[in-house]
């Protein structure tokens, strides 16, 4: 198997690359120009580096990048500073999202994505224990902050645009709830909605569990089979 990681050398991405790594997996790692792996990793045997920013990347390069891969990991966000947050690209993930997708639906083949999300995206396939409030709140953050309008529409674009029973394209939208640091992979559970307000009462997951669940999607079928489609919700369990 190899893998393509976009948004690989992020908080999460890298943490996924090195869970894929681990397995024996191949993975190519698409990497801004400036920024950069740690040593340990890009030592490691099965890695292939890409540099270049994807929102740039035309259709001919992104059948490039999905040439040989049996699936697609998409770990994409923006930078927290206010030029990442309200500068080009507004649309990076989804946009990134949708031209990978379609350059694997040009290659005729079965590929599988997993795409990182947020509890802030409601499945409207599912019944989401959300306020009245707490849906007021995030309508007025998705019109004002960019990130989280783009976050959002990526994975609607896989629900809606690619569709849940693709047969060619299948994918799962992971759904980590206030996302932490942690050095080890630690007890994690996995929910199909939302068990507490991601607003007002959040919950936690560690990346390194976020990046240990995406290499076990991508390595069990079980697993795959039972949330292909869906946006599973991941929370750190609890002591």
């Known amino acids: ?3 393509l990681v976009l948004g690989a050398s992020g908080a999460t991405g890298r943490l996924a690359v090195s869970q894929l790594i681990d397995r024996g997996i191949e993975v190519k790692a698409v990497l801004r120009m400036d920024s950069v792996l740690p ?8 890695l292939e580096l890409v540099r270049g920013n994807i929102s740039d990347f035309d259709p001919v390069m992104n059948d490039g990048l999905v040439a040989g891969c049996d699936a697609i990991v998409c770990c994409l966000g923006h930078n927290i500073t206010f ?9 990076l993930v989804t946009r990134s999202l949708k ?12 590929i599988k994505l997993v795409l990182m999300s947020t509890t802030a995206n409601e499945d409207r396939d599912v019944k989401e224990a959300r306020s009245f409030g707490e849906r007021l709140v995030l309508s007025v953050l998705y019109a004002l902050l960019p990130p989280h309008r783009d976050n959002i529409r990526a994975a609607r674009y896989l629900a809606s ?17 206030g996302l932490i640091d942690e050095d080890v992979v630690g007890p994690y559970e996995t929910l199909p909605a939302i068990t ?9 997951a560690s990346r390194i569990n976020v990046g240990h669940f995406m290499a076990e999607l991508l390595t069990r079928d079980e697993l795959w089979q039972k949330w292909k489609g869906r946006m599973p919700v991941l929370y750190n369990r609890e002591a």
């Open 161 to 177: 645009v690619v569709g849940r029973q693709n047969a060619k394209l299948e994918w799962v939208a992971v759904r980590p709830d």
């Open 1 to 3: 198997m190899k893998v």
């Open 99 to 110: 031209h990978v997708c379609e350059a694997a639906a040009r290659t005729g083949r079965k």
């Open 39 to 46: 040593d340990g990793l890009v030592s490691k045997k099965g």
């Open 83 to 91: 030029k990442g947050m309200f500068g080009r690209p507004q649309l």
């Open 196 to 204: 507490r307000s991601p607003l007002f009462d959040p919950g936690k």
